[in-house]
């Protein structure tokens, strides 16, 4: 007979006396979990870029993606320790953050550099922007530290990152036609 080594199920919160109700714990650990699935993920498509970058600013993206990608993984514990705070369990091995993740699949294979970027800028995105969700809806639940860890430090990171990124993308194309649709908008509507 194979004995249970689980202790908690995934998709559970255990009791914490942290004043907050079981719900509340429990939507505040699945929503972390899905941050954090895509904050591996980020991570590691930061470390893929980091391996495979080539080009005349090769050099500098090889450390800045680097750079990121440690930033990222400080994320990575932080959420995980809040799942495991909220008495939930953190989403941690590769398979299951995998079938979880929001983030699109690069190719095995390497990128040039333009497309290395705009994936990063695609997956911050999507960060940013269930980190807003969560942390709206984590501050009308009364969680104040998971309203915290989301906007002091999972959005501020993210955002900073996302500034350095979109700089490389200067002159690059897709972003200016982007900001060239934006003006178009503007002028319109004035």
Known sequence: ?????????????????????????????????QILADTITLRDLYKKHHWQVSGPTFYQLHLLFDKHSGEQAELVDALAERVQILGGVSIAMAHDVAERTRVSRPPKGREDVTMQLFRLLQAHELIIAETRESAHASAVDGDDGTNDLLVSLVLRVNEFQVWFISEQMAGAGIADKEEESSRSVVKANA
Do not use: Y
């Open 1 to 33: 007979m194979k004995k249970d080594t689980e202790i908690q199920k995934f998709g559970t919160s255990a009791n914490r006396p942290i004043s907050l109700t079981h719900p509340v714990r429990l939507a505040g650990a699945e929503s972390l979990n």
